[in-house]
């Protein structure tokens, strides 16, 4: 019902910035809460930061609080994700998720993620 597709991953140095784009299929995108996670390599998947239908409440791991910004163009059916002062540790293979908090307490719908590698 709702595909995902994240783009905007690449290689940087600490203390760059990137940011990551998930745009979505279809016209009910602004009925979803959107979440961002990450994956490293050898580590379970981890919550990045979360925003509700309009951007009014955004949620963030600690690790990214202050650093990390998730916003949402509803017009343009996608989510950001701001990268800044980026730190090795943050080398990751991010993903979008969607989750209609009306019918669903969990995320039902996955990208396929984009590769963050952050050098030190």
């Known amino acids: 019902q709702v595909q995902l597709v994240e783009s905007g991953g690449g290689l940087v140095q600490a203390g760059a910035s990137l940011r990551l784009s998930c745009a979505a299929s279809?016209?009910?995108?602004?009925?979803?809460?959107m979440g961002w996670f990450r994956q490293a390599p050898g580590k379970e998947r981890e919550f990045v930061a979360r925003i509700d239908w309009t951007g009014g409440i955004t949620n963030y791991a600690d690790a990214v609080k202050g650093r990390f910004t998730i916003s949402r163009d509803n017009a343009k059916n996608t989510v950001y994700l701001q990268m800044n002062n980026l730190k090795s540790e943050d080398t990751a293979v991010y993903y979008c998720?969607?989750?209609?908090?009306?019918?669903?307490?969990?995320?039902?719908?996955w990208g396929q993620g984009t590769q963050v590698t952050v050098s030190s």
């Open positions: 998720a969607a989750n209609d908090p009306v019918r669903s307490s969990k995320y039902d719908y």
């Open positions: 279809g016209r009910t995108f602004s009925n979803y809460f």
